[in-house]
Protein backbone atom coordinates (compact mmCIF):
# COMPACT_ATOMS: atom_id res chain seq x y z
CA UNK A 1 0.00 0.00 0.00
CA UNK A 2 1.26 3.61 -0.71
CA UNK A 3 -0.71 6.37 0.62
CA UNK A 4 -0.59 10.41 -0.76
CA UNK A 5 -1.23 13.25 0.60
CA UNK A 6 -1.38 16.54 -1.17
CA UNK A 7 -0.93 19.82 -0.04
CA UNK A 8 -0.48 23.19 -1.24
CA UNK A 9 -3.59 24.24 -3.28
CA UNK A 10 -5.60 27.76 -2.71
CA UNK A 11 -6.80 30.17 -4.71
CA UNK A 12 -4.38 33.01 -7.35
CA UNK A 13 -4.76 35.53 -9.42
CA UNK A 14 -4.22 34.47 -13.28
CA UNK A 15 -0.18 34.84 -14.01
CA UNK A 16 0.16 33.93 -10.24
CA UNK A 17 2.15 30.67 -9.11
CA UNK A 18 1.34 28.34 -6.83
CA UNK A 19 3.50 24.68 -6.18
CA UNK A 20 1.48 21.62 -4.94
CA UNK A 21 3.28 19.05 -2.96
CA UNK A 22 2.63 15.34 -2.62
CA UNK A 23 4.19 13.09 -0.01
CA UNK A 24 4.21 9.68 0.04
CA UNK A 25 4.34 6.71 2.41
CA UNK A 26 3.88 3.16 3.07
CA UNK A 27 5.97 1.06 0.27
CA UNK A 28 7.16 3.74 -1.13
CA UNK A 29 9.96 1.86 -2.34
CA UNK A 30 8.00 0.05 -4.96
CA UNK A 31 6.90 3.38 -6.69
CA UNK A 32 8.02 3.41 -10.23
CA UNK A 33 6.09 7.20 -11.61
CA UNK A 34 4.66 9.54 -10.16
CA UNK A 35 2.18 12.06 -11.64
CA UNK A 36 -0.14 14.96 -11.23
CA UNK A 37 -3.96 14.59 -12.91
CA UNK A 38 -6.73 17.28 -12.55
CA UNK A 39 -10.38 17.97 -12.82
CA UNK A 40 -12.31 20.58 -13.52
CA UNK A 41 -16.19 20.87 -12.94
CA UNK A 42 -18.08 18.68 -15.48
CA UNK A 43 -14.61 17.76 -17.00
CA UNK A 44 -12.59 13.90 -17.05
CA UNK A 45 -9.43 13.61 -15.42
CA UNK A 46 -6.76 14.81 -17.60
CA UNK A 47 -3.08 14.22 -16.69
CA UNK A 48 -0.74 16.96 -16.25
CA UNK A 49 2.62 15.79 -15.29
CA UNK A 50 4.90 12.80 -14.78
CA UNK A 51 8.26 11.34 -12.93
CA UNK A 52 9.95 8.63 -13.11
CA UNK A 53 10.47 7.63 -9.83
CA UNK A 54 14.18 6.49 -9.98
CA UNK A 55 15.89 8.49 -13.32
CA UNK A 56 13.47 12.02 -13.30
CA UNK A 57 13.04 11.60 -16.40
CA UNK A 58 9.57 13.68 -16.89
CA UNK A 59 6.52 14.06 -19.32
CA UNK A 60 4.16 17.20 -19.36
CA UNK A 61 0.54 17.97 -21.09
CA UNK A 62 1.37 19.98 -24.03
CA UNK A 63 -1.30 22.60 -21.73
CA UNK A 64 1.44 22.68 -19.20
CA UNK A 65 4.46 22.74 -20.93
CA UNK A 66 6.78 25.31 -20.40
CA UNK A 67 4.72 26.48 -17.80
CA UNK A 68 4.50 23.40 -15.14
CA UNK A 69 7.42 21.71 -13.48
CA UNK A 70 7.50 18.46 -11.79
CA UNK A 71 10.14 17.64 -9.28
CA UNK A 72 10.96 14.60 -6.46
CA UNK A 73 12.81 14.79 -3.46
CA UNK A 74 13.44 10.70 -2.96
CA UNK A 75 14.72 11.48 0.39
CA UNK A 76 11.30 12.94 1.29
CA UNK A 77 9.22 10.94 -0.98
CA UNK A 78 7.60 13.97 -2.17
CA UNK A 79 6.79 14.95 -5.38
CA UNK A 80 6.55 18.66 -6.21
CA UNK A 81 4.34 20.73 -8.59
CA UNK A 82 5.36 24.14 -9.73
CA UNK A 83 2.88 25.71 -11.36
CA UNK A 84 3.63 29.71 -12.56
CA UNK A 85 1.80 31.82 -15.51
CA UNK A 86 -1.49 30.10 -13.93
CA UNK A 87 -4.41 30.64 -16.07
CA UNK A 88 -8.20 30.82 -15.48
CA UNK A 89 -8.47 27.35 -17.07
CA UNK A 90 -5.96 25.91 -15.00
CA UNK A 91 -9.12 25.91 -12.07
CA UNK A 92 -9.38 22.57 -11.14
CA UNK A 93 -8.88 19.58 -8.58
CA UNK A 94 -5.28 18.46 -8.57
CA UNK A 95 -4.24 14.83 -7.47
CA UNK A 96 -1.33 13.37 -7.37
CA UNK A 97 -0.76 9.05 -8.29
CA UNK A 98 1.63 6.80 -7.49
CA UNK A 99 2.10 3.96 -10.19
CA UNK A 100 3.84 0.67 -9.63
CA UNK A 101 4.65 -0.51 -13.23
CA UNK A 102 5.77 0.17 -16.54
CA UNK A 103 2.93 1.91 -18.39
CA UNK A 104 1.42 4.59 -20.53
CA UNK A 105 2.20 7.25 -18.12
CA UNK A 106 -0.54 10.12 -19.47
CA UNK A 107 -3.58 7.20 -18.79
CA UNK A 108 -5.27 7.10 -15.55
CA UNK A 109 -5.31 3.12 -15.56
CA UNK A 110 -1.31 3.53 -15.48
CA UNK A 111 -1.83 4.36 -11.54
CA UNK A 112 -2.54 2.30 -8.50
CA UNK A 113 -2.48 4.49 -5.51
CA UNK A 114 -4.12 7.95 -5.69
CA UNK A 115 -4.29 11.43 -3.61
CA UNK A 116 -7.96 13.04 -1.90
CA UNK A 117 -6.65 16.08 -3.92
CA UNK A 118 -5.98 19.50 -3.35
CA UNK A 119 -8.67 22.31 -5.05
CA UNK A 120 -6.36 25.37 -7.20
CA UNK A 121 -8.96 28.06 -8.43
CA UNK A 122 -7.30 30.81 -10.91
CA UNK A 123 -9.36 33.62 -10.96
CA UNK A 124 -9.15 36.15 -14.19
Known amino acids: QVQLVESGGGLVQAGGSLRLSCAAS????????MGWFRQAPGKEREFVAA????????FYADSVKGRFTISRDNAKDTVYLQMNSLKPEDTAVYCCAAGLRPGVFRLVNSYEYWGQGTQVTVSS
Open 51 to 58: INWSTGIT
Open 26 to 33: GRTFSIYR
